[in-house]
């Protein structure tokens, strides 16, 4: 195991529902990361956090909100999302922003 | 400037063989380059990283190879086994875009007994 768990594995859930997707790591970094990743496509930087300050919203659409309660645990908030969100979703840790990531092993999305 | 490309997209190599998969990137300033590993089911996991202070650096069967002025580097895995059939996501990142991880658009390896 890296370190990183995020649950759930799988998620299922039709486009009026509000879930949420949680990461906790237990290696003592201060950066983490959510990545979206889509068949045949490059991984998607979504957020970034340091020391629990968002350092990074890459375009992100407002139904998808992050929360960063302390340097352990981040939250993926989702609600009204549509059927294209569908997709893994990676959670990282790094000891500081652009050094070495260690990943989750993902949520896999079902929007339906 | 923030693409980092990949290339070829999906591989298939005998067992035995040496795999070679390339990154090409446009922005300067990065400075740290590593690769990922990932197989079905899993997150991606850190492989092996290189800086643009040395042209190559080996670990075991895997060696990147680091082409400054070209803006290239690759990946090569000698004596391929079945058991390295996995996805392959080149990146890189620097002070130039935050230090955030740009990623390449992944190699599937296949390895045959």
């Known amino acids: 195991e890296t370190g990183v768990t995020q649950t759930p594995r799988h998620l299922v859930m039709g486009m009026t529902n509000k879930k949420s997707l949680k990461c906790e790591q237990h290696?003592?970094?201060?950066?983490m990361y959510w990545y979206k990743q889509s068949a045949k496509k490059p991984l998607e930087l979504m957020f970034v956090?340091?020391?629990?300050?968002?350092?990074e919203n890459n375009s992100v659409p407002s139904r998808f909100s992050p929360e960063c309660p302390n340097s352990s645990h981040l939250f993926l908030h989702l609600h009204t999302l549509q059927p294209e969100d569908s997709a893994l979703y990676l959670c990282?840790?790094?000891?500081?922003?652009?050094?070495?990531?260690?990943f989750g092993q993902g949520t896999r999305l079902t929007v339906v | 400037q923030q693409q980092v490309k990949q290339s070829p997209q999906s591989l298939i190599v005998q067992k035995g063989g040496i795999s070679i998969i390339n990154c090409a990137y446009e922005?300067?300033?990065?400075?740290?380059f590593p690769w990922y590993q990932q197989f079905p089911g899993k997150g991606p996991a850190l492989l092996i990283a290189?800086?643009?202070?040395?042209s190559e650096k080996k670990e075991g069967r895997f060696t990147i190879s680091f082409n400054k002025s070209a803006k290239q580097f690759s990946l090569h895995i000698m004596d391929s086994q079945p058991g390295d059939s996995a996805t392959y996501f080149c990146?890189?990142?620097?002070?130039?875009?935050?230090?955030?991880?740009?990623f390449g658009q992944g190699t599937t390896l296949q390895v045959k007994p």
């Open positions: 290189i800086r643009p202070d040395v």
């Open positions: 956090y340091s020391l629990e300050e968002r350092v």
């Open positions: 922005n300067t300033a990065f400075d740290y």
């Open positions: 290696l003592g970094h201060n950066a």
């Open positions: 990146a890189a990142s620097g002070h130039g875009n935050t230090g955030k991880l740009i």
């Open positions: 990282a840790s790094s000891q500081v922003v652009g050094t070495e990531a260690f």
